[in-house]
């Protein structure tokens, strides 16, 4: 088996299952959807030092659908043919970004909600992630199972969701 820092050099991207990026983002209402996002660009930025993870993470809106066109691009030369088109996935992240921070802003309670749905594209193009590396690198750790932090989260953000749960239906909205 691999030495696991030997297989983080040579993995494409962040590696995380999708079982586990959903949960995570669901509970921490999206939270980990930008660490998703940062952990792709740590890796893209190992091989070009151009790349400023932090700045592309923080400016997603303009920067997702770089991230998912190298995604879509090392899927198709290992022979792992998305079922989504980059662009696409794109519009449908910025729509789920910009209309929550448009509802934000007028004071409607649903935008926090509204914005988990960027977690759809990022699902999808994490499946590619995980197809690329599932091919060629087998002993690479998958990273699916929850850690103590995971766990800490996921505690929290159900408090958090429980805590929404009861002032929605104490209130007359």
């Known amino acids: 088996m691999q030495d696991q820092s030997a297989s983080e050099q040579k993995a ?4 995380v299952g999708t079982e ?19 952990k792709n660009w740590c890796v893209i930025a190992r091989q070009d030092s151009s ?8 400016l997603s809106v303009w920067f ?3 991230l998912y066109r190298r995604v879509q691009q ?16 794109f519009a449908v992240f910025v729509i789920f970004t910009l209309v929550p921070l448009w ?3 007028t004071d409607h309670p649903w935008g926090v909600l509204l914005n988990l749905m960027t977690l759809l594209p990022n699902m999808l193009v994490n499946q590619s ?3 690329v590396h599932e091919r060629y690198m087998r002993f690479y750790e998958q990273n699916t199972e929850l850690s103590a932090s995971n ?9 958090g969701w429980l805590t929404l749960l009861i002032l929605a239906l104490a209130s007359d909205f």
């Open 151 to 159: 766990w800490a989260a996921i505690i929290a953000g159900l408090i």
């Open 74 to 89: 090392r899927a198709q030369v290992e022979d792992e043919i998305p079922r989504w088109h980059a662009d696409r996935l």
């Open 12 to 15: 494409a991207f962040f590696q």
């Open 64 to 66: 997702q659908r770089d």
């Open 51 to 58: 790349v400023r993870p932090l700045l592309r993470t923080l």
């Open 129 to 131: 992630i995980n197809a």
């Open 103 to 105: 509802l934000l802003l």
């Open 20 to 38: 586990k990026l959903t949960e995570l983002t669901l509970v921490t209402f999206g939270l980990y959807g930008f660490y998703w996002t940062w």
